[in-house]
T-cell receptor, first 118, second 108 residues
Framework: DTAVSQTPKYLVTQMGNDKSIKCEQN?????MYWYKQDSKKFLKIMFS???????INETVPNRFSPKSPDKAHLNLHINSLELGDSAVYFC?????????????????FGPGTRLTVL | KNEVEQSPQNLTAQEGEFITINCSYS?????LHWLQQHPGGGIVSLFM???GKKKHGRLIATINIQEKHSSLHITASHPRDSAVYIC??????????FGQGTRLTINP
């Protein structure tokens, strides 16, 4: 029944490893997002996808690669993890009436994935 | 200085009090969001507004575009309202910029 789900909820890994976080929404939405919340609790948008097409890519290192196999899924793969990547990563989805622009639709957030890089 | 500033950063009140959280921004925007982040970390969208005022239950959000200011009010506050409240503005068509959040604690 969960509208937006993420796995795993917690991820602890070593520097230099490659890891993935999965996100799925069952709301029939066209647009999905990845956000990063740092230790100071600031949220920043990383990516937005509309119908599997990348719409927003905010100055994120290219070690981060989003992949959208279909419009219900948006996964985040991170290569060569660094200490500074430790954060909580939130996936979200919205109706997509703005063609991928995030601001004018209500967004539904996943529970977050707490990534800790040691 | 952040483009979106919230005040206060922390707010503690007694149950039943009227709560106001403020959000000021320094850029032109097309929309503003209020979000609630629960103590467990989950985030819920409360309002999206581009003018005027919206009300949902005990929550009221207002925005003054000319003054670049928005407020979130909670009437008859309750301990379950304890959370971090986050303001976010839409710059142009795509960029969503977040404030640092206001941590609200309502004591019984």
């Amino acid at each position: 029944d969960t509208a937006v789900s993420q796995t795993p909820k917690y991820l602890v890994t070593q520097m230099g490893n490659d890891k993935s976080i999965k996100c799925e929404q069952n709301l029939g939405h066209d647009t999905m997002y990845w956000y990063k919340q740092d230790s100071k609790k600031f949220l920043k948008i990383m990516f937005s996808y509309n119908n599997k097409e990348l719409i927003i890519n905010e100055t994120v290192p290219n070690r981060f690669s989003p992949k959208s196999p279909d419009k219900a899924h948006l996964n985040l793969h991170i290569n060569s993890l660094e200490l500074g990547d430790s954060a909580v990563y939130f996936c979200a989805s919205s109706q997509g009436t703005s063609g991928g622009a995030p601001g004018t639709d209500t967004q539904y957030f996943g529970p977050g994935t707490r990534l800790t890089v040691l | 200085k952040n483009e979106v500033e919230q005040s206060p950063q922390n707010l503690t009140a007694q149950e039943g009090e009227f709560i106001t959280i403020n959000c000021s921004y320094s850029v032109g925007i097309s929309a503003l969001h209020w979000l609630q982040q629960h103590p467990g970390g989950g985030i819920v969208s409360l309002f999206m507004l581009s003018s005027g005022k919206k009300k949902h239950g005990r929550l009221i959000a207002t925005i003054n575009i000319q003054e670049k200011h928005s407020s979130l009010h909670i009437t008859a506050s309750h301990p379950r309202d304890s959370a971090v409240y986050i303001c976010a503005v839409l710059k142009g068509a795509q960029k969503l910029v977040f404030g640092q959040g206001t941590r609200l604690t309502i004591n019984p």
